[in-house]
């Protein structure tokens, strides 16, 4: 299984700051990258795939790039709801996961 | 609406053994790839096994393969995990997963059902 590393492990930020979450994978994954989300004593929430399409229902304000072993998901300006864990996921392979929390 | 419902958690005594139900609506079943994904207490995301749609082609974490067996119902819209020779470190919340595209993205998640190893 290919490894990927999100950094950092903590992002502190205020409402209305930009967020950069960071995954790297271990060798190339191409444009296969998925971005999820979960909150506190909920399952996880598909954001983001193939590297830059939102999945349904999901904000603007979400976005992700990248493409072979580099890939970066953006939250725009954090609202209140955004505070939460999240992970990037290639076929079995999950990060470790980045928790952005409230500064 | 889309659907996954698990069943069958519970408190278990270290070496037992337990099955695990997913139960799906609201979508052609029979169509996806689906998998069982765990959270350890406050860690993070893992998948644990995934099966094709007809059920021929599966796949297990190194950590689990012997011990646990994925399976599915395409007439009943239920997929399975047996576990088996659980210790400690399976404890864990286990989520039911819909499969979407080539490289395993998981569209569709369940609440989950815990599962607690301990004596």
């Known amino acids: 299984e290919i490894v990927l590393t999100q950094s950092p492990a903590t992002l502190s930020l205020s409402p209305g700051e930009r967020a950069t979450l960071s995954c790297r994978a271990g060798?190339?994954?191409?444009?296969?990258l998925a971005w999820y989300q979960q909150k506190p004593g909920q399952p996880p929430r598909l954001l983001i795939y193939?590297?830059?399409s939102r999945a349904t229902g999901i904000p603007a304000r979400f976005s992700g790039s990248g493409s072979g072993t580099d890939f970066t998901l953006t939250i725009s300006s954090l609202e209140p709801e955004d505070f939460a864990v999240y992970y990037c996921?290639?076929?079995?392979?999950f990060g470790g996961g980045t928790k952005v929390e409230i500064k | 609406d889309v659907q996954l419902e698990e069943s069958g958690g519970d408190l278990v005594q270290p070496g037992g053994s337990l099955r695990l139900s997913c139960v799906a609506s609201?979508?052609?079943?029979?169509?996806?790839?689906m998998t069982w994904v765990r959270q350890a207490p406050g860690k993070g995301l893992e998948r644990v096994a995934a099966?094709?749609?007809?059920?021929?082609?599966?796949f297990y974490a190194d950590s689990m393969k012997g011990r646990f067996t994925i399976s599915r119902d395409n007439a009943k819209n239920s997929l399975f995990l047996h576990m088996s020779s659980l210790g400690a470190e399976d404890t864990a919340v286990y989520f039911c997963?819909?499969?979407?595209?080539?490289?395993?993205?998981?569209?569709?998640w369940g609440q989950g059902t815990t599962v607690t190893v301990s004596s």
């Open positions: 609201g979508f052609t079943f029979s169509r996806y790839w």
């Open positions: 193939d590297a830059s």
């Open positions: 099966m094709n749609q007809g059920g021929g082609e599966m």
């Open positions: 996921q290639h076929r079995g392979s």
């Open positions: 060798q190339s994954v191409t444009n296969y």
């Open positions: 997963t819909r499969v979407y595209g080539s490289y395993g993205v998981m569209d569709v």
